[in-house]
């Protein structure tokens, strides 16, 4: 909602509409979040509650607040709260320069939109956590499935299967889960934890498949399936052909472009590579899936040959999920191309405690063998020593 003058002498209503409109332009790419449009938050700019919120424009969560501004300083007292039960997710006072308010990479508005995001996802994660899977709404299972897609957790992620599983039976004309629960199976195969790596990625395909006749301009199902094709088929034509057909169905879909540079790592240019994940970067500036964009942003850096800034991302991206297996290869790549063997030697290490019996066959396996930017990888992993069977 559009934020309200703390005090008669701060300045014009406009600031209120600024910040509203800020936030909802950084969470409207957040991957799952659905986002009202501003027009129709202004129309309600004057109302007396939540339950005039709620009833006009259907809202699950609302966030609100006020501001004020004293020698040239913004402060913007803000809550996010449930609709339905009114009970308070999150509530904060941040404060700025009144300048930084009128950038484009405003530090009030990615720090407030970042924590709506991360507060509505372990929201819905806890509810998830809490409740039969078939009891919550579809919103609150598509945010909860997403983040157990990606969680550190074995116990989360095979849940995050289940509500896949829920929500395609629910509604079996809707891609959009299809295409998760492919991309479950996908990375069921990439992070090593796959006991029969055939059938996940017989799974994964035949979901995208069935995702494109339901609805055959979802872009994610295309950008699933294009991530298959590259990650998990070895073919790079039909990844291209799916990718680019993705971005011309949604050019603002920020997964679209992540594997798009992922593709392009592999067999394409790597400096456009770097181009497309910082696109998709900047798309969804405060995603709840952030370390997965630090990942591919790594990967694209790394297949630029450039080292110090693909560990930067890479460590990046371990702060939020530290035992991500893809994550710790990136690094013990990244650091054993850049001839610090010791560093690399030290990734491998925690590779292998989470995957015992990784060789460099199986790893190769796992995936596209010819893959350019795959054979990098298992050529680090045979340098540190890594058995080949």
Not at 107 to 135: D, I
Not at 239 to 257: F, S
Not at 345 to 363: C, E, H, I, N
Request: proline letters at 4%; aromatic letters at 6%; glycine letters at 6%.
């Amino acid at each position: 909602m559009p934020f309200k003058a703390g005090t008669s002498e701060s300045m014009h209503w406009v600031i209120g509409e600024l910040i509203a409109e800020g936030v909802i332009a950084r969470l409207s790419h957040c991957v799952g979040l659905r986002v009202i449009a501003r027009q129709s938050t202004s129309a309600l700019r004057d109302s007396h509650g939540i339950n005039e919120i709620q009833r006009l424009l259907g809202a699950t969560f609302v966030l609100s607040g006020s501001y004020d501004i004293r020698n040239r300083q913004l402060t913007v007292t803000a809550e996010l709260a449930e609709a339905d039960s009114r009970a308070l997710l999150w509530a904060g006072q941040l404060r700025h320069a009144l300048r930084d308010l009128f950038h484009e990479s405003s530090e009030l508005l990615h720090e407030l939109a970042s924590t709506v995001a991360q507060t509505l996802g372990k929201k819905q994660l806890s509810m998830a956590l809490a409740r039969p899977l078939p009891s919550l709404q579809s919103g609150a299972l598509m945010l909860a499935g997403i983040s157990m897609t990606h969680s550190r957790s074995e116990a989360l992620f095979e849940r995050g299967r289940e509500a896949w599983i829920a929500l395609t039976t629910r509604h079996p004309g809707l891609a959009l889960p299809r295409a998760w629960l492919a991309m479950w199976h996908a990375l069921n195969v990439i992070k090593g934890r796959s006991a029969h790596v055939g059938h996940d990625v017989k799974q994964a395909h035949e979901h995208t498949q069935r995702a494109l006749e339901a609805e055959p301009d979802c872009a994610m199902a295309l950008a699933v399936e294009g991530y298959i094709q590259c990650q998990l088929l070895g073919n790079p034509e039909r990844a291209r052909q799916h990718l680019t057909l993705a971005i011309e169905t949604n050019p603002a879909n920020p997964m679209a472009w992540l594997f798009k540079s992922l593709y392009t790592a592999g067999w394409g240019s790597s400096s456009q590579s770097v181009t497309e994940a910082n696109f998709a970067c900047e798309l969804s500036p405060v995603d709840p899936l952030r370390y997965f964009f630090d990942l591919l942003m790594g990967n694209a850096f790394l297949a630029d040959h450039r080292w110090t800034r693909a560990i930067a991302c890479g460590r990046q991206a371990l702060r939020a999920n530290k035992h991500h297996v893809p994550t710790l290869r990136l690094l013990l790549t990244a650091y054993t191309e850049a001839g610090q063997i010791d560093e690399g030697r030290a990734f491998l290490d925690m590779v292998r405690a989470q995957a015992p019996g990784l060789t460099v066959s199986s790893y190769l396996s796992m995936g596209s063998a010819d893959n350019p930017l795959r054979q990098r990888f298992a050529n680090a992993m045979r340098q540190l020593g890594l058995p080949e069977t």
